[in-house]
């Protein structure tokens, strides 16, 4: 009755508001109930915007620390989105192996700021079809076979002696160097340095990468995102140029292609592989593949394929830097196995334990791709006793299972020697390291990069002894967030010749 007169007496305006903040707190209970009910315990967040405004901290460490208060799988609203987040090994495992969260989110990675999306971003079989298909293209054009490493290693003779020298920026250095290596894969070409096209593309991924989080706002609040954009509201603004102008970049190999493209030729590289491929379905009536995908995809190659592998070479220069004594162990190895006169090749790795097990601590501890990339779960689930309902959000917190006590002792230590056996003549790769995630979704660059990894380190140290005058202990493991989990204080480095 009271309620009634209330609105009678009231103007207008203040009825709706009144009545649409009663529609928003409901909805916001009956969310908070449902979740209770159905999804694993977790914490309260605000109407709307969930427990966003409480993320201080990188992401990976808010959800850290929350395993530790509520579990290692709880849940939280972020956004609009219910989501589970998993942090330990025993229940990701099994989320590992679940055919129900394979999928991605409904909105791609950069929603609110561009629509279109890479096969990266997509579900069910339209991305089962794209990655098959990335899959062969890429081996047609000799991804996993002995070519790729000859790429490699061609690639690394131009790079080496770009970084001889003192005060050298590793990052500005290998970022350029390893593109050019998936560019191989993409474009069919790999690039002088000096090529201003070839600047231009790594500058906006550069950019991208500096500004961009897969769990940043655009993720869970994508009409805030598009409004944010509209009135350019800071990084938003950067993230949407750097976006369109590498896709404007990408286009334009794309157009040139399309002038010498021929349906009957061997293909050279990705695109020429998707435009046959293209071109055959669609004589069929099937348009599941498309150039806005193409254009979409190459540049996610590109990045994916840069990024994450310039990155993890930053940390293991960090870490041989502050560490010189590993410097000289894998240095052994390299004597002993390689000598200085010729050049590594991958097999070498089965008889270099340390500089392996030396690859491996740095994957686990830089943990580059901290919380993976967002996942969905496609139907109701369970992973262990908790139950994930169909469309919740679910972040496998890769950074947690890499600093999981029971299965990494003093896990803040850089140690190699946590994975040697035997007294040190093997190395083990146990299954709780997952720096490319794992399952039918891994990353699809895995066997690239492992095979980069090792080349570009062993060349390195097989020709120069690495030195920084500015070593500050305490900030060894200081990282800073974007795309990738990077090291903060890499110092200037010397790349010294060494003689033999
Ligand atoms: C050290 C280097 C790398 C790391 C740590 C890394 C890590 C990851 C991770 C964690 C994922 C997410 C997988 C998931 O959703 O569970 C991923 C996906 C992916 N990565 Fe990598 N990656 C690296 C290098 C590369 C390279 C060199 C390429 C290029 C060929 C690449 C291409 C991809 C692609 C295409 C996906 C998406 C797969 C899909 O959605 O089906 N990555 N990567």
Redo the contacts with the bound molecule.
């Keep these: 009755m009271f309620l009634l007169d209330y609105f009678e007496l009231t103007n207008p305006l203040i009825s709706i508001i009144t009545g649409l903040s009663f529609f928003v707190i409901f909805n916001y209970l009956v969310s908070q109930v449902n979740r209770l009910v159905r999804l694993p315990n977790g914490p309260w967040g605000y109407p709307i915007v969930g427990y966003l405004p409480f993320i201080k901290d990188d992401i990976y460490l808010v959800f850290d620390r929350l395993a530790k208060k509520y579990g290692p799988v709880f849940s939280l609203k972020l956004g609009k989105h219910d989501t589970v987040v998993i942090c330990d090994w025993e229940h990701l495992k099994v989320a590992f192996a679940d055919e129900a969260l394979l999928a991605r989110p409904h909105e791609n990675f950069y929603a609110g700021l561009i629509d279109e999306s890479s096969?990266?971003e997509m579900s069910g079989d339209p991305?089962r079809e794209h990655?098959r298909l990335s899959i062969q293209i890429l081996r047609d054009v000799g991804f996993g076979k002995s070519t790729m490493e000859t790429l490699i290693t061609r690639e690394i003779d131009q790079f080496l002696p770009t970084i001889e020298g003192e005060k050298i920026d590793f990052t500005k250095k290998i970022t350029p160097s390893v593109s050019n290596i998936?560019s191989c894969f993409l474009f069919g070409q790999n690039f002088e340095y000096s090529d201003p096209y070839k600047i231009e593309l790594d500058e906006q991924m550069e950019k991208l990468g500096q500004v961009f989080e897969f769990t940043g706002i655009q993720a869970f609040l994508p009409w805030l995102t598009r409004i944010l954009s509209y009135f350019k509201v800071a990084n938003l603004e950067q993230i949407k140029r750097a976006i369109n102008d590498s896709d404007n970049l990408v286009q334009e190999k794309i157009d040139e292609r399309m002038k010498s493209y021929s349906p009957s030729t061997e293909i050279v590289d990705y695109i020429d592989g998707y435009l046959q491929e293209k071109e055959k379905r669609k004589a069929k009536g099937d348009h599941i593949f498309n150039f806005k995908i193409l254009k979409r995809n190459v540049t996610?190659?590109f990045g994916?394929?840069s990024e994450?592998?310039a990155t993890?070479l930053s940390w293991t220069m960090n870490y041989l830097v502050h560490f010189p004594e590993y410097q000289e162990k894998i240095r052994s190895e390299i004597s002993e196995i390689i000598g200085y006169d010729r050049k590594p090749n991958y097999t070498d790795r089965n008889q270099m334990p340390f500089t392996m097990a030396f690859l491996y601590e740095t994957q686990r501890i830089g943990s580059?791709?901290a919380s993976?990339?967002l996942?969905r779960a496609s139907r109701d689930t369970k992973i262990g006793q908790y139950t994930i309902p169909k469309d919740t959000l679910v972040i496998?917190n890769?950074w947690s299972i890499h600093r999981e006590e029971k299965l990494w002792p003093d896990p803040e230590r850089f140690d190699p020697n946590r994975f040697l056996t035997d007294n040190g003549t093997k190395a083990f790769k146990p299954p709780y390291l997952v720096?490319?995630?794992s399952g039918k979704?891994?990353?699809?660059?895995?066997g690239?990069?492992n095979v980069e990894?090792f080349l570009y380190i062993v060349s390195i140290l097989q020709r120069y002894r690495i030195k920084s005058e500015k070593i500050d202990h305490n900030l060894c493991s200081q990282s800073v967030l974007g795309v990738a989990r990077r090291p903060k204080y890499l110092p200037k480095l010397t790349f010294k010749r060494l003689q033999h």
Excluded: K, Q, Y
């Design positions: 096969f990266i991305w990655r998936i996610e190659f994916a394929g994450t592998v993890t580059v791709i993976n990339l996942r496998f890769l720096p490319f995630s979704r891994n990353c699809l660059g895995e690239l990069a990894l």
